[in-house]
């Protein structure tokens, strides 16, 4: 999705994007992208939140068998880097409904969306 979203922005000639990859990443992400490596395993959240800081907005596209703190954890950083805008990575149905949301897959990491308040 991450490389989709990418090779899009990139083509309205207006975006610089900057794709957020693990150290050990082999994503195959398109030609102009400048790639910030960060390693997002431990609790100290500095690199990220430097890596965010002067962006607009911070795009999600991890993985579902990300640890579910993760996500949480870059919406933090961007909450902190005073990123005004993040989308998460996932979306279509009521994220204040804590059934709901514990019902999908996506339950722990909706709490994620609230980091940013
Ligand atoms: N694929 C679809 O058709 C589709 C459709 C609708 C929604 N979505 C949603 O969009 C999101 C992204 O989907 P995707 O298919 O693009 O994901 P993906 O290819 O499985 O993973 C995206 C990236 O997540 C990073 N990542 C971070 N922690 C990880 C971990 N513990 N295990 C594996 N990867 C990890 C990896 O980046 P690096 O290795 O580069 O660091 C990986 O390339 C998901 O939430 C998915 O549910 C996907």
Not at 69 to 83: L, S, W
Not at 86 to 109: E, I, M, Q, Y
């Amino acid at each position: 999705m991450g490389k989709h979203i990418a090779e899009h922005l990139l083509k309205t000639g207006k975006r610089i994007v900057t794709p957020i990859a693990r150290p050990s990443s082999t994503s195959k992400l398109p030609k102009g992208v400048q790639i910030a490596r960060v390693d997002y395993s431990g609790d100290n959240d500095a690199t990220s939140m430097e890596t965010l800081r002067e962006q607009q907005v911070l795009i999600i596209t991890m993985s579902m068998p990300a640890l579910s703190d993760t996500i949480t954890k870059f919406v933090r950083a961007a909450a902190k880097a005073d990123v005004p805008y993040v989308l998460p990575n996932w979306f279509g149905h009521d994220a204040a409904n804590n059934t709901l949301c514990n019902d999908s897959l996506l339950g722990r990491k909706t709490t994620a969306c609230f980091a940013a308040k």
